[in-house]
Structure formats: structure tokens, C-alpha cells
């Protein structure tokens, strides 16, 4: 087969190597991009197990994705793409008995209206956090889904807020844990449990700092934005990117699983796939790609340095998913029935007990406690299923490390219980159930390594300079020309195509100003990767002693 040619591959097809796609073919590259599975998107996929019910079989609600400024300047509505909101964004139950669930309503004042039925005073303190937000929005989104380090976003982001003591107790905000800020905001269960729902989309515990930012973020956008989803399933959204791509002359190929990385004189040349196809890259190779796999799998060990190689042992995969989707002949009969109208529905525990559940299963235990998100897509997007019934999932945590036998389909069950506690009668409507375990994840994606949703830890010890290990918190990887692309990149998980747009941009400028700035930054992060007391050339003993400490999800055994 004769050898392709391109100025640039890309490796792997999700949403971070197709915005990529975008970006380098917009400036005229062509691009080639290999995508092992035999669909384009990833983790954003969708398929019809029962007819006439679509099935979302990863991500699902699109927050990041509507206001991220990476896909906004995709102009995605000319490419297929309509979004639909429930009418409700989410609701949380404080438990099975509660008749009345907090809800964040699309309009903000029924949102505030809802929280000071339950504690005058916290639905002023909800707008209030959302004109902040409004406020400076647009810098903001910049600073955390741009380059980093974000310097000119950052300079716009303090202007914005006028005062320099405004913007360290905002940072501080940020910082706190979610246990915490909930407290500190708010007088009444409603605001604490919309703030703790939302922090557990992340992996950072209840009681660790960042994850009241998290939960802080995610009320923000649900409140700005909503919760939209694609008309048509996730598959449509997905379905848009390539489309993009493809019409911005990006050659896109599904079935292609890149074997390994060919590396030059310290420099990416090309890729081969594992049915033999070679493509040589003139400018670029960009990797949409799980950290360790780019590491240990597709470079050269000898072209990965020894503290490289060692700070991958120290990687940390976030927490385990199971998944389970139902495919229901009626709307679930939820108790607290303003719970009927919401998209996301967050339940089996309140805020308290969310802290507790969190601590077990980020300290390696199984909880006692089941706590869950579940995805009601026909009440977001009615041409899920036919009409009067729905396609719902739910999904939640395993601790990290080896996986006992039969844990995945345990936690399935009692995932379904609770919405039974929550909903007498919905077990009666299901007309079809399937679970999705760790191992069915990283069997549908390879990137989800041990049913890791954001691509590694969202904990801040592996965020900015830390991710996905301690150097620049940039694409550059110690290869020339080689570029970190996926979310185990800054800015790291969820669908907004920052780590592939930020990745495509330094290509591009790198091939602009020449090879000069790309080598020096190379060079650092060689020198920050290099460790003259460490010789290993091989990466088997790091592969070996991360086997031993469990912590990579790829020696997860599954259900
Ligand atoms: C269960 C679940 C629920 C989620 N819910 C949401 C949500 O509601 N909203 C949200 O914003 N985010 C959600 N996420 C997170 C989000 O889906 C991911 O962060 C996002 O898809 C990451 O994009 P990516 O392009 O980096 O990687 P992926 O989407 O994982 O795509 C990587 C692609 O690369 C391919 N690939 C890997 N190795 C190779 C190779 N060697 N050769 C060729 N191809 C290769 C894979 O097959 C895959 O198609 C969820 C994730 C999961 C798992």
C-alpha cells in the first residue's frame, strides 16, 4: 500500500481529535485523522438497542459543550447539529420519601423562587452568584479551557472584575471544598444539594478543595446555558464535528487503530496502523489518546525519559463508571414530581451523605450508600423514544484499584433499587436494561481506561502544570512535532474540545514561527521528563509496578 502523506495526523477520533481536525484544516493542512473504532466521536455515541429508542452510551448533556469557545467558533448548527432542553435543567430528591426535589429551573427567577420557598434569602444569593458570573463569563471560559498558562485571558478576567480583593475571594471560592461552600452559601437544603449533585460530575472528593468550584461551575453553566443535548442523540453532536471536519478537507478514517508512533531524530515522522497503513506526517502528529497508552504504547520507550516514565506510575485514572440504561414505556414515576420535568436527575443521597459517599470510594471502599446520576433523555430531547416512553440511564462510582468479581453488576442493582425507592412502579416500565461496567467502556473507547470518564483525575493535583503530569500543563510532549490532544490534557475532561484545540493551535504556530520556540519547549520538557539518577531505557518496570499499586484503571479486572 503506497505511503500517505499528510502535514498532519491525527490519532483518534473524539471530540478532542476532531476539533483538532477542524482547527489544523481550516488553515489550509491537510489532515488525515485514524480513528480506531467504526464510529467517529468517542465517547460522544449513541446507538438504537430497541427501535425507536436512542440510546446515549457515554457522555450525554452538553453544558461545556454549548459555551465552550473551541466549538462555538465551529458554527455547529450549519453542520447538522440542533440542541433541545428539558424543560427543568436538574433536579435533586433529598430522598426516597421527599415529594419535592430542588430543582434549577431554566429561568433563573423559578430557580430562586424555588430556593427561597424552602430558605428566604438563598434565591437572592443565587442570582447574585449568576450576575457574577454573567459578568465575567466570557474571560473566564477562556482562562479555564484555553492555553495554558493563560496570561491575557487571565489580565481580561481581573479587569472584568474590577478589584483585586474580588478576584482572590472568587479564587478562594473556587478552592473550597463543596462541603464547605454549600454551608457558606447557602441557609436551606435546596442550594447545598444542587451544588453537591453537580460537584460529583468531577472525581474530586466532597471534602477536598476544587470540588465547590466544580459543583460551583457546573450550577453556573446549567443556569447560563442549560443542559442541552442533541437533537437526535449524542451521536448527532459527534456526527457534526466530522462533518465540519470533512468539510474543512479533513480525511477522516474509522477502523484505523494507530499502532505505534514513528519517531526520527527526536521527531514525529508518521504512524502506522495495526493493519499496516503507514501516513507520514510533514508538520505534526497529534495524539486524541489515554496518557499511559501514549507513553507506554504508541512512542518508543526510548524516546519517552526515565521521569517521564516514572510520573506515569503516579497517574491517577478517575473514579470507576457503571453505567446502566433502560429503555422505559412510560416517563419515570418519580415521587417528587417536579422531578418529571428535569433532564438530570441527581438522587440516593443528599448533600451530607454525598460527602460520606464520596470519602468511602475515594479512600478505596464500596459505599453504603448508592449515589447517582441519571439522564432522562425524552424529557430532554422527545425523538429519544417513541412517544410516552423514554430512554434513561444512571450512573455512578466504583473506588479505584482491583475490581472484586461482581462488584459492577452489584452497584447496577442497586443503582436500580434506588430509582425504584424514588419511583414505586418503575421497575414495572422497563422494557429493556443493559449495564455498561468499566470493562464494556474501555472495550467501547480506549480512552476510557477502567470506565474513567474526564481522561484522569480532575483532583488539582493533576490539573494546569500537573496534567497529565508535572511539567507545563501544555500539548508539547519531549517528541518534536508530537502533540497531547485529548482530555488527559489541560484543560482536561468533559465535551468541549479544548485539549484538541489548544493542541492544533501550538502545531500551528509552532510551524509559523519555525522550529525554534518548539524545540525550546521540547528541550524543557525533556529536562523536566530527564533524570540522570533513573537509566531505565524500558518502560516494562513502570508498567510492572503500576500493575502493583492498581492505580491505573487499565490493570482493572472488570465485572
Ligand atoms: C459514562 C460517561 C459519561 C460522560 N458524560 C459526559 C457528559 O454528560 N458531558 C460531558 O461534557 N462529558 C461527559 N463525559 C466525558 C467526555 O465524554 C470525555 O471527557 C470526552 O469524550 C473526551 O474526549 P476525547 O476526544 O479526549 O476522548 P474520547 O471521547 O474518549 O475519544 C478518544 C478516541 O480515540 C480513539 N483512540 C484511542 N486510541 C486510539 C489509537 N491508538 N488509534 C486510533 N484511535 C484511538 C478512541 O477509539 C476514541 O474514539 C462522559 C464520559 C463518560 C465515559
Same mark, same amino acid.
Given at each position: 500500500?503506497?505511503?500517505?502523506?499528510?502535514?498532519?495526523?491525527?490519532?483518534?477520533?473524539?471530540?478532542?481529535?476532531?476539533?483538532?481536525?477542524?482547527?489544523?484544516?481550516?488553515? =489550509?493542512?491537510?489532515?488525515?485523522?485514524?480513528?480506531?473504532?467504526?464510529?467517529? =466521536?468517542?465517547?460522544?455515541?449513541?446507538?438504537?438497542?430497541?427501535?425507536?429508542?436512542?440510546?446515549?452510551?457515554?457522555?450525554?448533556?452538553?453544558?461545556?459543550?454549548?459555551?465552550?469557545?473551541?466549538? !462555538?467558533?465551529?458554527?455547529?448548527?450549519?453542520?447538522?447539529?440542533?440542541?433541545?432542553?428539558?424543560?427543568?435543567?436538574?433536579?435533586?430528591?433529598?430522598?426516597?420519601?421527599?415529594?419535592?426535589?430542588?430543582?434549577?429551573?431554566?429561568?433563573?427567577?423559578?430557580?430562586?423562587?424555588?430556593?427561597?420557598?424552602?430558605?428566604?434569602?438563598? =434565591?437572592?444569593?443565587?442570582?447574585?452568584?449568576?450576575? #457574577?458570573?454573567?459578568?465575567?463569563?466570557?474571560?473566564?471560559?477562556?482562562?479555564?479551557?484555553?492555553?495554558?498558562?493563560?496570561?491575557?485571558?487571565?489580565?481580561?478576567?481581573?479587569?472584568?472584575?474590577?478589584?483585586?480583593?474580588?478576584?482572590?475571594?472568587?479564587?478562594?471560592?473556587?478552592?473550597?471544598?463543596?462541603?464547605?461552600?454549600?454551608?457558606?452559601?447557602?441557609?436551606? *437544603?435546596?442550594?447545598?444539594?444542587?451544588?453537591?449533585?453537580?460537584?460529583?460530575?468531577?472525581?474530586?472528593?466532597?471534602?477536598?478543595?476544587?470540588?465547590?468550584?466544580?459543583?460551583?461551575?457546573?450550577?453556573?453553566?446549567? #443556569? +447560563?446555558?442549560?443542559?442541552?443535548?442533541?437533537?437526535?442523540?449524542?451521536?448527532?453532536?459527534?456526527?457534526? %464535528?466530522?462533518?465540519?471536519?470533512?468539510?474543512?478537507?479533513?480525511?477522516?478514517?474509522?477502523?484505523?487503530?494507530?499502532? *505505534?508512533?514513528?519517531?526520527?531524530?527526536? $521527531?514525529?515522522?508518521?504512524?502506522?496502523?495495526?493493519?499496516?497503513? !503507514?501516513?507520514?506526517?510533514?508538520?505534526?502528529?497529534?495524539?486524541?489518546?489515554?496518557?499511559?497508552?501514549?507513553?507506554?504504547?504508541?512512542?518508543?520507550?526510548?524516546?519517552?525519559?526515565?521521569?517521564?516514565?516514572?510520573?506515569?506510575?503516579?497517574?491517577?485514572?478517575?473514579?470507576?463508571?457503571?453505567?446502566?440504561?433502560?429503555?422505559?414505556?412510560?416517563?419515570?414515576?418519580?415521587?417528587?414530581?417536579?422531578?418529571?420535568?428535569?433532564?438530570?436527575?441527581?438522587?440516593?443521597? +443528599?448533600?451530607?451523605?454525598? @460527602?460520606?459517599? @464520596?470519602?468511602?470510594?475515594? @479512600?478505596?471502599?464500596?459505599?453504603?450508600?448508592?449515589?447517582?446520576?441519571?439522564?432522562?433523555?425524552?424529557?430532554?430531547?422527545?425523538?429519544?423514544?417513541?412517544?410516552?416512553?423514554?430512554?434513561?440511564?444512571?450512573?455512578?462510582?466504583?473506588?479505584?484499584?482491583?475490581?472484586?468479581?461482581?462488584?459492577?453488576?452489584?452497584?447496577?442493582?442497586?443503582?436500580?433499587?434506588?430509582?425504584?425507592?424514588?419511583?414505586?412502579?418503575?421497575?414495572?416500565?422497563?422494557?429493556?436494561?443493559?449495564?455498561?461496567?468499566?470493562?464494556?467502556?474501555? #472495550?467501547?473507547?480506549?480512552?476510557?481506561?477502567?470506565?474513567?470518564?474526564?481522561?484522569?483525575?480532575?483532583?488539582?493535583?493533576? #490539573?494546569?502544570?500537573?496534567?497529565?503530569?508535572?511539567?507545563?500543563?501544555?500539548?508539547?510532549?519531549?517528541?518534536?512535532?508530537?502533540?497531547?490532544?485529548?482530555?488527559?490534557?489541560?484543560?482536561?475532561?468533559?465535551?468541549?474540545?479544548?485539549?484538541?484545540? %489548544?493542541?492544533? *493551535?501550538?502545531?500551528?504556530?509552532?510551524?509559523?514561527?519555525?522550529?525554534?520556540?518548539?524545540?525550546?519547549?521540547?528541550?524543557?520538557?525533556?529536562?523536566?521528563?530527564?533524570?540522570?539518577?533513573?537509566?531505565?531505557?524500558?518502560?516494562?518496570?513502570?508498567?510492572?509496578?503500576?500493575? $502493583?499499586?492498581?492505580?491505573?484503571?487499565?490493570?482493572?479486572?472488570?465485572?
Amino acid at each position: 500500500m503506497p505511503e500517505r502523506v499528510a502535514d498532519a495526523v491525527v490519532v483518534g477520533g473524539g471530540p478532542n481529535g476532531l476539533v483538532a481536525a477542524c482547527r489544523l484544516a481550516d488553515a =489550509g493542512w491537510d489532515v488525515v485523522l485514524c480513528e480506531a473504532a467504526d464510529h467517529l =466521536g468517542g465517547a460522544v455515541v449513541s446507538q438504537e438497542p430497541v427501535p425507536g429508542y436512542t440510546v446515549d452510551l457515554a457522555s450525554a448533556f452538553y453544558p461545556l459543550a454549548a459555551a465552550s469557545p473551541a466549538l !462555538r467558533r465551529l458554527d455547529l448548527g450549519h453542520h447538522g447539529l440542533t440542541w433541545s432542553h428539558a424543560p427543568a435543567v436538574v433536579a435533586h430528591p433529598a430522598g426516597p420519601d421527599d415529594e419535592r426535589a430542588a430543582v434549577l429551573h431554566r429561568d433563573p427567577a423559578d430557580t430562586a423562587a424555588g430556593l427561597d420557598a424552602e430558605a428566604p434569602g438563598d =434565591g437572592e444569593t443565587w442570582l447574585g452568584l449568576l450576575d #457574577q458570573w454573567r459578568r465575567m463569563r466570557e474571560p473566564l471560559l477562556d482562562v479555564m479551557l484555553g492555553p495554558f498558562p493563560p496570561v491575557p485571558a487571565l489580565l481580561r478576567l481581573l479587569r472584568r472584575m474590577g478589584e483585586a480583593p474580588d478576584a482572590i475571594r472568587l479564587a478562594r471560592t473556587l478552592l473550597l471544598p463543596m462541603s464547605q461552600l454549600g454551608e457558606e452559601l447557602f441557609k436551606g *437544603r435546596d442550594g447545598r444539594l444542587l451544588l453537591a449533585g453537580n460537584a460529583m460530575h468531577a472525581d474530586i472528593p466532597a471534602v477536598a478543595a476544587g470540588s465547590g468550584g466544580f459543583g460551583w461551575l457546573l450550577c453556573m453553566l446549567g #443556569q +447560563d446555558v442549560g443542559f442541552p443535548v442533541p437533537v437526535g442523540g449524542a451521536g448527532a453532536l459527534a456526527g457534526a %464535528i466530522a462533518a465540519r471536519a470533512r468539510a474543512a478537507g479533513a480525511e477522516l478514517h474509522t477502523g484505523a487503530r494507530v499502532e *505505534r508512533i514513528v519517531v526520527g531524530g527526536g $521527531r514525529a515522522l508518521g504512524v502506522v496502523t495495526a493493519d499496516g497503513r !503507514r501516513i507520514r506526517a510533514r508538520r505534526a502528529v497529534l495524539a486524541d489518546v489515554s496518557v499511559p497508552s501514549l507513553y507506554r504504547e504508541l512512542l518508543p520507550p526510548d524516546q519517552v525519559p526515565a521521569r517521564v516514565r516514572a510520573d506515569l506510575d503516579r497517574f491517577t485514572w478517575d473514579l470507576p463508571t457503571v453505567k446502566l440504561n433502560w429503555v422505559l414505556d412510560a416517563p419515570v414515576p418519580w415521587r417528587a414530581v417536579n422531578a418529571r420535568l428535569a433532564g438530570t436527575v441527581h438522587l440516593g443521597a +443528599d448533600d451530607r451523605e454525598i @460527602s460520606r459517599w @464520596s470519602a468511602a470510594i475515594s @479512600s478505596g471502599q464500596e459505599s453504603d450508600l448508592t449515589f447517582l446520576l441519571l439522564g432522562q433523555m425524552a424529557v430532554a430531547d422527545p425523538s429519544r423514544a417513541p412517544a410516552g416512553g423514554d430512554a434513561v440511564w444512571g450512573y455512578s462510582h466504583l473506588p479505584r484499584g482491583p475490581l472484586r468479581p461482581g462488584a459492577a453488576i452489584e452497584l447496577a442493582e442497586r443503582m436500580e433499587a434506588v430509582v425504584e425507592a424514588h419511583a414505586p412502579g418503575f421497575r414495572d416500565h422497563v422494557v429493556h436494561r443493559f449495564v455498561q461496567g468499566p470493562q464494556e467502556l474501555e #472495550q467501547m473507547d480506549a480512552n476510557l481506561v477502567g470506565g474513567a470518564v474526564n481522561g484522569g483525575t480532575a483532583q488539582l493535583h493533576q #490539573q494546569l502544570i500537573f496534567r497529565p503530569v508535572p511539567g507545563l500543563g501544555r500539548p508539547e510532549t519531549p517528541v518534536l512535532g508530537l502533540y497531547l490532544a485529548s482530555a488527559g490534557a489541560h484543560p482536561g475532561g468533559g465535551v468541549h474540545g479544548g485539549p484538541g484545540d %489548544i493542541a492544533a *493551535r501550538v502545531a500551528l504556530r509552532s510551524a509559523r514561527l519555525g522550529e525554534l520556540p518548539g524545540r525550546a519547549l521540547t528541550r524543557v520538557t525533556r529536562y523536566l521528563g530527564s533524570d540522570t539518577r533513573d537509566r531505565r531505557t524500558s518502560a516494562e518496570p513502570a508498567a510492572r509496578r503500576t500493575r $502493583r499499586t492498581g492505580r491505573s484503571g487499565a490493570t482493572v479486572p472488570g465485572p
